[in-house]
């Protein structure tokens, strides 16, 4: 659960620290006092996203901290990834500058947003005032009814992935089998130009690397007549003529070697001589070895021009390079064994009715599992739809058959009666603002019951609810708190004096004349006057004050 949440230059807030405990906690204020802020900041620390704007007025950086216990999964997340602190707790931490910079950490260690983002889902679940809104899409109301299946039945995520990735698979063939159906002539043209180009590309059969070889051995072999000539000058000059160096260059350290017994400072340069003769000494072995290697070849020479002109062509041909076209050659035989299985139509058929029968089967698994879960929600927002004051009323999740899609072979649909002997419609098109609210909040308790997050935030789902209504929702949360930590911006007195720990959020002013956000956490006394001050607006009387401790000892 959230222990404590620190926020610094955020938005209107200079600075706030937190403490929290477990059970049902709300956040009131005067409108504008910055009650969703809180959330704001905390939805930061947890992934969400932030620029520059966040930054209060004159700050250089905006800083939120959230700490949380955690366990299981959350713990598990925490080890596998190195983040695992020796409290056994998570701090998460944000910084966004003034220039819309953005660093994050767990338990001090840089992490990224997206981290934040995988650890913060185990963490808290948010249920936005506008969660209702999202009721009325398709997609929202097909995967809140998938979330409720999975909680109940493991394999669920799978089976909606597995369904998504068959389906997918699918399309793709029928779109091959139908190409080549409404094109078949073209396919074929284009599979015969590849044909012929691979079989040119494997009766030349250049391989890697060899252009730079036959070009080094046609260096070689049309140079042959100047190398033999260098290599034989050379030799002669160092070994074989009238007067070789070698031998000069001997004869001089043997002189030089008499020398030294009457000089030792003549030694450094008979030190140096010595190894000259030996290094020329080596270049005759080399030269000797080279002139038996190189001969003049005019076959050879014509073969290699030959070779060197082919691979040139054919690069051309090809728009490559020479070197490039063994990969031209693999490429293109890739691309024809392609468009051969493309081709076999009959093989394709085969293939894609394979494939569409495996979709159907795991989208019939997946409607088994919608059906069950379905009818379950059904029953339990119906129930819930009753302490509500929409007694009669009832809430059926629909499954109504469709084309195979991505999501299944059925369409979701969320349908409502708002009283007794009417037929279940449509969610948009009966539900009131007030209805929906109330369906909405109904909704958020039973799917938050369906869930091992262990900390629950619910940022005025209760606006359009009022009067008697109102303090149901807040029994209903009250008692979601006995299972989780709960935490609830509102503006109902009815639901926050059903609260075990109660912050007041207000504004003031600096002595600078600028505008900031403070909290309080209150005592009996203090809530009397917050709880009097929902019921009655700016003027509290006793009537109010009266009002509001009974509330309170409800």
Not at 12 to 18: F, H, K, M, Q
Not at 56 to 75: L, N, P, Q, T
Not at 82 to 102: E, T, Y
Not at 416 to 433: C, D, M, Q
Request: aromatic content about 4%; some cysteine.
């Amino acid at each position: 659960m959230l222990r404590t949440l620190s926020i610094r230059d955020f938005v209107i807030v200079e600075s706030i620290e937190l403490e929290f405990s477990s059970g049902f906690s709300v956040f009131t204020g005067e409108t504008g006092a910055g009650k969703s802020i809180l959330i704001d900041a905390l939805q930061l620390a947890l992934g969400g996203r932030g620029d520059a704007s966040v930054v209060r007025e004159g700050a250089v950086r905006a800083d939120i901290s959230a700490d949380f216990s955690v366990s299981g999964e959350a713990k598990a997340w925490l080890e596998q990834h190195d983040f695992a602190s020796d409290d056994g707790g998570a701090l998460l931490r944000r910084v966004i500058d003034n220039a819309g910079r953005s660093k994050a950490y767990i338990n001090g260690v840089a992490a990224t947003a997206s981290q934040l983002r995988e650890l913060g889902d185990m963490l808290v679940d948010i249920h936005g005032q506008h969660a209702h809104q999202s009721l009325l899409k398709t997609d929202a109301q097909r995967a809140l009814l998938d979330n409720q299946a999975a909680f109940k039945e493991a394999g669920v995520a799978d089976d909606v992935q597995a369904v998504t990735a068959l389906y997918k698979q699918w399309r793709t063939l029928t779109r091959q089998r139908e190409e080549f159906e409404n094109d078949a002539r073209n396919v074929l043209l284009e599979r015969e130009r590849l044909e012929w180009q691979v079989a040119e590309l494997e009766k030349l059969a250049v391989k890697p690397g060899e252009w730079a070889e036959i070009g080094n051995e046609h260096s070689r072999l049309s140079h042959a007549a100047s190398l033999l000539e260098g290599a034989q000058e050379a030799l002669a000059a160092i070994s074989e003529s009238d007067h070789p160096i070698l031998s000069q260059l001997s004869s001089l350290n043997q002189k030089l070697g008499k020398l030294v017994d009457v000089d030792a400072e003549l030694q450094p340069v008979l030190d140096c001589m010595e190894p000259a003769r030996i290094q020329l000494q080596e270049a005759v072995y080399a030269l000797n070895a080279y002139l038996d290697r190189v001969e003049l070849d005019p076959e050879r020479l014509r073969q290699v021009e030959a070779r060197l002109d082919a691979i040139h062509s054919t690069a051309r041909k090809f728009h490559v390079t020479p070197d490039e076209l063994p990969d031209e050659h693999a490429a293109l035989s890739e691309r024809l064994r392609q468009l051969a299985d493309a081709t076999d139509l009959e093989g394709l058929r085969k293939q894609e009715e394979k494939i569409q029968a495996s979709y159907l089967q795991a989208a019939k698994k997946l409607t088994r599992t919608r059906t069950a879960a379905a009818a379950l929600l059904s029953t339990q927002v119906t129930a819930a739809m009753q302490e509500l004051n929409m007694t009669g009323g009832s809430f059926v999740v629909g499954l109504n058959p469709g084309e195979p899609s991505a999501h299944g072979v059925e369409q979701v649909e969320f349908l409502v009666a708002g009283h007794a002997g009417v037929a279940p419609r449509p969610l948009a098109k009966v539900a009131s603002g007030g209805e929906l609210a109330r369906i909405a909040l109904a909704i958020s308790v039973i799917t938050s019951n369906a869930t091992t997050t262990p900390t629950l935030i619910f940022d005025e789902v209760d606006s359009g609810i009022g009067g008697a209504v109102a303090e149901v929702v807040g029994r209903l949360l009250k008692r979601l708190g006995q299972e989780r930590q709960v935490l609830c911006v509102t503006h109902l007195p009815q639901v926050a004096s059903q609260a075990n720990q109660h912050f007041q959020v207000a504004k003031g002013l600096l002595a600078n004349g600028k505008t900031v956000s403070h909290i309080d956490v209150l005592d009996s006394k203090a809530r009397v006057e917050e709880v009097a001050r929902m019921l009655g607006g700016v003027e509290i009387t006793a009537t109010t004050r009266k009002h509001a401790r009974e509330l309170l000892a409800s």
